[in-house]
């Protein structure tokens, strides 16, 4: 979120509601990147998590002023996104769904050896790269809807377990418990499998053709190489260190959404779709 004090963002919220439209702006441009970054951690890939905060910027506009300053504003917009996505079913995985069984067998016992040059004379370190950021969001596909979640709301965005157990209507408790089972499931697979972020055989720089035939990777849209990574601080790193997994997890980087969405926020705003919400 950028980096507006409580005071002045619930300034702009009042202004939105009360039909401010660069203040309404202001308020979406604001959480873009949260949501955005959500999106894709939960759904696996970039055309799936554009059209998800799409849906979901949308649907925090019209339901802005509902938004009464009880909790943080970005715990509100979390609570919104998060049960969006836990049931959103027209991403690619909801259709194909992994196993953390099914994704190490391919990695063990893939032929990866007996497949053409397809890089197109892209570098074979940058389809490495863009194949290791992919990849570990598709891991995370092996995980169900809310641990998933839970997963990434308390390893990427490191919430308090306070404010994420009130987003995902749990106890702190059980929220803690139940992240330190999945953070120690996903760091088991990463050990045994993974040479880029554990003590495994596989090596992206290796398998850039396989997954390239695979359509896992695209030479010609590198969407991840291409997001430049950076920092979007929503809250401070305040989560207890509840099983000394963190440094497990540096795969966990934020991006930085795509311009596309701005423009969709631009063109709905100065569209005739935004005067029908306005008056719903």
Known sequence: MNQFTNEELLDFIQKATAGDKEALETVILSVQDLVFNLSLRMLGTYPDAEDATQDILLKIITHLSSFKGESAFGTWVFSIASNYLKNYKKHMFARFPLTFEFYGDDIKNADITNVPDLTQNVEQSILAEELKLSCTNVMLQCLDAENRCIFILGTMFQLDSRIAAEILDITPEAYRQRLSRVRRKVADFLKEYCGAYGNGSCRCVKRVNYAIQNHRIN?????????????????????????????EFSFCKTYQSPQSLKKFIEDFLNGPAFSVVRKA
């Open 219 to 247: 030479p010609a849209k590198l969407d991840f190489t291409n997001a430049v990574p950076k920092e979007i601080k929503v809250f401070k790193a305040a989560m207890e260190e509840i099983d000394g997994l963190s440094q």
